[in-house]
């Protein structure tokens, strides 16, 4: 191999260039100088094509070298106070100058020009690399697009990303569907039914889930659960489910807030395929509407005196039929049967049981303390003609009751007294103070202790204490202890 020349050694290390340091203030202030050539060589009309403009070191200005240094000049400036003003703005030959601003925006160069950006930095030390694109961690399967129904199900009980609009065939949606099913997952099975519900007619979506009998009763909860009554009631129309399509329909009423309105919504309900029980009940409740229309009309009218001294607190209308049964009775007792406000016509049209009117009737009575009307209501006579009471709910009842309402102690002892069980009675006696029963009750169990604590608890001198007395004094009568 040859010695390689004298003066090749210089060509190759030499250059006309020189090289950018912080610590050389000339060529610094040379820098600031080439800046102020450049931004004036800007305002220079560009499209000029023969007129170039080059720095003071000879470089084109908007080349990659005078880019570097202006970024470097720019840097160092901005740690420095001041620098010498620059009056004047000689202008230079453009020889040499392969650039111009025109040709370096539109990335092109005159023939014979510098090299390009990339073969000017092809050194290693300021070569820059585009980032890599990483591949997928997955294979093509990994598109939600591609995947079978049994993957996509898959997908969805893990939670991970999956799309169903691929599915566009009816085979492909039943598939998917029985897949569905074939894994017990009711959120996957209610996902799948509502992509059928949107890609599928009515007709078509309900003749494919009468073979499918679990997919069938997610559906039919779906749209019970999102309130979808109209729906539901042709899926059930269609099923041949006439009693349930019915009921769905008649629940309807609910949503329908003016009374006039739903009253007539009711009444339309007669005539759908009820069972027996059903359609008693759905007559029921339009009668009972119907008839509370009526008495609330009227009772918003009346001035009579129990509504002035016990106003109305609220409507009667939508109430249940116990709830209109105690109004009746509060405000509308002792009217005739023939008046749809009556207790008793109340009772007949609506078959209510004598337990329960008796309960609703002696409520709304005593709370009015009106103790006639509830002696009435116990009032039985046999066929010679006398008179006695007689309770079906047991008078144990009947006297908390009274007593809630606050009855007097002679009210009270009158059917403590009437109580069969002799245990019932006592407890009942000295629970509400009836010393009179107490007194009476411990004389026929010949109870002589008893009678004397239970003295203890009473006035001196009172009647009660007195009886207690005469009874311990009395020698006929034969005690057990």
Same mark, same amino acid.
């Given at each position: 191999?040859?010695?390689?020349?004298?003066?090749? /050694?210089?060509?190759?290390?030499?250059?006309?260039?020189?090289?950018?340091?912080?610590?050389?203030?000339?060529?610094?202030?040379?820098?600031?100088?080439?800046?102020?050539?450049?931004?004036?060589?800007?305002?220079?009309?560009? /499209?000029?094509?023969?007129?170039?403009?080059?720095?003071?070191?000879?470089?084109?200005?908007?080349?990659?070298?005078?880019?570097?240094?202006?970024?470097?000049?720019?840097?160092?400036?901005?740690?420095?106070?001041?620098?010498?003003?620059? $009056?004047?703005?000689?202008?230079?030959?453009?020889?040499?100058?392969?650039?111009?601003?025109?040709?370096?925006?539109?990335?092109?160069?005159?023939?014979?020009?510098?090299?390009?950006?990339?073969?000017?930095?092809? $050194?290693?030390?300021?070569?820059?690399?585009?980032?890599?694109?990483?591949?997928?961690?997955?294979?093509?399967? %990994?598109?939600?697009? /591609?995947?079978?129904?049994?993957?996509?199900?898959?997908?969805?009980?893990?939670?991970?990303?999956?799309?169903?609009?691929?599915?566009?065939?009816?085979?492909?949606?039943?598939?998917?569907?029985?897949?569905?099913?074939?894994?017990?997952?009711?959120?996957?099975?209610?996902?799948?039914?509502?992509?059928?519900?949107?890609?599928?007619?009515?007709?078509?979506?309900?003749?494919?889930?009468?073979?499918? /009998?679990?997919?069938?009763?997610?559906?039919?909860?779906?749209?019970?659960?999102?309130?979808?009554?109209? @729906?539901?009631?042709?899926?059930?129309?269609?099923?041949?489910?006439?009693?349930?399509?019915?009921?769905?329909?008649?629940?309807?009423?609910?949503?329908?807030?003016?009374?006039?309105?739903?009253?007539?919504?009711?009444?339309?309900?007669?005539? *759908?395929?009820?069972?027996?029980?059903?359609?008693?009940?759905?007559?029921?409740?339009?009668?009972?509407?119907?008839?509370?229309?009526?008495?609330?009309?009227?009772?918003?009218?009346?001035?009579?005196?129990?509504?002035?001294?016990?106003?109305?607190?609220?409507?009667? @209308?939508?109430?249940?039929?116990?709830?209109?049964?105690?109004?009746?009775?509060?405000?509308?007792?002792?009217?005739?049967?023939?008046?749809?406000?009556?207790?008793?016509?109340?009772?007949?049209?609506?078959?209510?049981?004598?337990?329960?009117?008796?309960?609703?009737?002696?409520?709304?009575?005593?709370?009015?303390?009106?103790?006639? %009307?509830?002696?009435?209501?116990?009032?039985?006579?046999?066929?010679?003609?006398?008179?006695?009471?007689?309770?079906?709910?047991?008078?144990?009842?009947?006297?908390?009751? *009274?007593?809630?309402?606050?009855?007097?102690?002679?009210?009270?002892?009158?059917?403590?007294?009437?109580?069969?069980?002799?245990?019932?009675?006592?407890?009942?006696? *000295?629970?509400?103070?009836?010393?009179?029963?107490?007194?009476?009750?411990?004389?026929?169990?010949?109870?002589?202790?008893?009678?004397?604590?239970?003295?203890?608890? @009473?006035?001196?001198?009172?009647?009660?204490?007195?009886?207690?007395?005469?009874?311990?004094?009395?020698?006929?009568?034969?005690?057990?202890?």
């Amino acid at each position: 191999m040859t010695r390689a020349k004298p003066e090749d /050694d210089e060509y190759w290390n030499s250059s006309k260039f020189k090289a950018f340091t912080f610590d050389d203030e000339d060529d610094e202030f040379s820098q600031l100088k080439e800046s102020k050539r450049a931004v004036n060589s800007i305002l220079v009309d560009e /499209d000029e094509d023969d007129v170039e403009r080059v720095s003071w070191s000879g470089e084109p200005v908007g080349s990659i070298s005078w880019s570097v240094k202006e970024t470097a000049s720019s840097i160092r400036s901005g740690s420095e106070q001041s620098f010498p003003k620059i $009056d004047t703005t000689p202008s230079l030959s453009k020889q040499g100058s392969g650039y111009s601003l025109s040709s370096l925006f539109k990335a092109k160069s005159k023939p014979g020009a510098f090299q390009s950006f990339s073969e000017s930095f092809s $050194d290693t030390s300021f070569r820059t690399y585009a980032p890599e694109l990483r591949k997928p961690k997955s294979d093509g399967k %990994d598109f939600v697009s /591609d995947l079978s129904p049994e993957e996509t199900v898959r997908r969805m009980q893990k939670g991970r990303p999956f799309s169903l609009e691929k599915f566009r065939s009816l085979q492909d949606k039943l598939l998917l569907l029985d897949e569905a099913v074939a894994v017990y997952d009711g959120n996957v099975i209610t996902a799948v039914l509502i992509f059928l519900k949107k890609s599928l007619s009515k007709e078509i979506l309900f003749r494919e889930l009468m073979a499918r /009998d679990v997919a069938l009763r997610h559906y039919v909860h779906y749209l019970k659960e999102m309130g979808e009554q109209k @729906l539901l009631v042709e899926l059930l129309k269609a099923l041949g489910r006439t009693e349930d399509m019915a009921l769905m329909h008649y629940k309807e009423h609910l949503n329908i807030k003016d009374e006039g309105r739903r009253r007539d919504f009711l009444k339309s309900c007669l005539s *759908l395929p009820f069972s027996q029980d059903d359609a008693t009940h759905v007559q029921d409740h339009y009668t009972l509407l119907e008839r509370q229309i009526i008495i609330e009309a009227s009772d918003k009218k009346a001035d009579a005196e129990i509504f002035k001294k016990f106003p109305r607190k609220a409507s009667i @209308l939508n109430m249940p039929i116990i709830t209109t049964l105690y109004y009746s009775c509060f405000y509308h007792y002792g009217e005739s049967e023939g008046t749809f406000s009556s207790p008793s016509n109340i009772r007949k049209t609506f078959r209510i049981s004598e337990k329960q009117y008796i309960l609703t009737a002696l409520g709304a009575r005593a709370k009015l303390k009106s103790w006639f %009307d509830v002696d009435s209501l116990f009032n039985t006579k046999n066929w010679l003609g006398y008179t006695k009471k007689k309770s079906p709910i047991g008078f144990h009842r009947v006297v908390d009751i *009274l007593h809630k309402n606050s009855a007097p102690v002679q009210v009270l002892q009158e059917y403590v007294n009437l109580i069969d069980d002799p245990d019932l009675k006592l407890s009942g006696a *000295l629970k509400y103070k009836c010393h009179d029963v107490v007194i009476n009750t411990y004389r026929d169990l010949k109870d002589r202790q008893q009678l004397i604590v239970y003295r203890e608890k @009473l006035e001196r001198d009172s009647p009660e204490y007195r009886k207690i007395q005469e009874l311990l004094n009395n020698v006929q009568i034969r005690w057990k202890n």
